[in-house]
């Protein structure tokens, strides 16, 4: 697996995002996955930034494999933040309107509907969530 390791802040996105589509282009994954994925490794990677340590700062590691013989990509997220596990979290009422539904929930609730497979757990002091895209062609 590929790994990025960076500081957990908003400025880096740009770099994390570019991480993602460097990888995701050498291996042919077509354009729609690619911006499934993105949008995906954003609201993730965001959270991260957001709530993970606090009011303090710490890293973030995304480690990005693809098999080409499932053919998937692998996409895991580490931190040593506070625990928290995003799966846990109520699934927004999307038969409400905007102005009716609590804040919170959606970006996850898309990522959930948009991957094949998404997990958390908590190890070694780690925050790890994965996701998993399957792809057509590589």
């Known amino acids: 697996m590929k790994k990025l390791e960076i500081n957990a802040e908003i400025e880096n996105l740009d770099e994390v995002l570019s991480f ?18 993105d949008i995906a490794v954003e609201e993730i990677f965001v959270n991260i930034a957001h709530y993970a340590y606090g009011d303090g700062h710490g890293n973030a590691e995304i480690l990005l494999g693809i098999s080409k013989e499932t053919p998937e990509v692998i996409i895991e997220f580490r931190d040593r933040g506070i625990p928290f596990n995003p799966l846990l979290k109520d699934d927004p009422d999307t038969t409400l309107s905007a102005e009716e539904r609590k804040i919170g929930g959606l970006g996850i609730f898309m990522v959930k509907k948009s991957m094949d497979d998404i997990s958390y757990r908590y190890e070694d002091g780690q925050n790890i969530l994965r996701i998993i895209k399957k792809i057509k062609k590589l």
Do not use: G
Not at 22 to 33: F, G, Q, R, V, Y
């Open 20 to 37: 993602i589509d460097k990888n995701l282009e050498s291996a042919e994954c077509p354009m729609k996955t690619q911006m499934q994925l």
